[in-house]
């Protein structure tokens, strides 16, 4: 299938916002998540969005929703160096199988004291 | 808690030999599925299954086998056939649109 895209890298310094940006491939797609990994673990999942919404706020996170550019974005309000991770988006899909989701190749970020 | 638990969380192979990775989950999720990650990459889909006793080829199956006998439980067996099998594997689990739960992974390093 073709590719949901991110970044590779994003370097913030502490106590700014970070914005990670990624780009999906599938305009029928209903759902869209967030997951963070950090070193030797799995992936947490952060926040899922509809695709009817625009917008979504947790906490320091803030989810936003392009559908007419297939763009998702996950904001980061005064990032601190525990948000050091690799940020994985992801869509879901439907094939013959049932519903899937495909994954962004991972953006890492890394915050500076 | 309900979870999913993969192990060994690291796992030598030595050259020519079968290795099973453990994968369950007692979160009463239908769908499972195993991604294999190599160093600065992404994850990439080796197997998965939508439901008990039945399961599909990923995008790199090759050197791989499952088994889906029971809804909680589902084993990834690294083959001889494998050439490159150093990576971290990773074991999901899912219900409807809820997102995929990961376990914490499994390091194989060939010896």
């Known amino acids: 299938g073709e590719d949901v895209e991110q970044s590779l890298f994003l370097s913030v310094r502490e106590g700014d916002s970070s914005v990670i940006n990624c780009t999906y491939t599938d305009s029928s797609s209903t759902y869209l998540y967030w997951y963070k990994q950090e070193p030797g673990a799995g992936l947490q999942l952060l926040t899922y969005?509809?695709?009817?919404?625009d917008m979504k706020q947790d906490q320091r996170l803030t989810v936003l929703l392009n559908k007419k550019d297939k763009h998702l974005s996950l904001r980061i309000a005064d990032t601190q160096t525990g948000d050091s991770a690799i940020y994985f988006c992801a869509e879901l899909r439907a094939n013959n199988a049932g519903n899937m989701l495909t994954f962004g190749g991972g953006t890492r970020l890394m915050v500076k004291p | 808690d309900g979870g999913i638990t993969q192990s060994p969380k690291y796992l030598f192979r030595k050259e020519g030999q079968n290795v099973t990775l453990s994968c369950e989950q007692n979160?009463?999720?239908?769908?499972m599925y195993w991604y294999r990650q190599d160093p600065g990459q992404g994850l990439r889909l080796i197997y998965y299954?939508?439901?008990?006793?039945?399961?599909q080829k990923g995008d790199i199956a090759e050197g791989y086998s499952v088994s889906r006998e029971k809804k909680e439980s589902f084993p990834l067996t690294v083959t001889s056939a494998q050439k490159n099998p150093t990576a971290f594997y990773l074991c999901?689990?899912?219900?409807?649109?809820?997102?995929?739960?990961f376990g914490s992974g499994t390091r194989l390093t060939v010896v």
């Open positions: 979160l009463n999720h239908d769908a």
């Open positions: 999901a689990s899912s219900y409807l649109f809820y997102g995929y739960t």
């Open positions: 969005i509809f695709s009817n919404m």
């Open positions: 299954s939508q439901i008990v006793n039945d399961f």
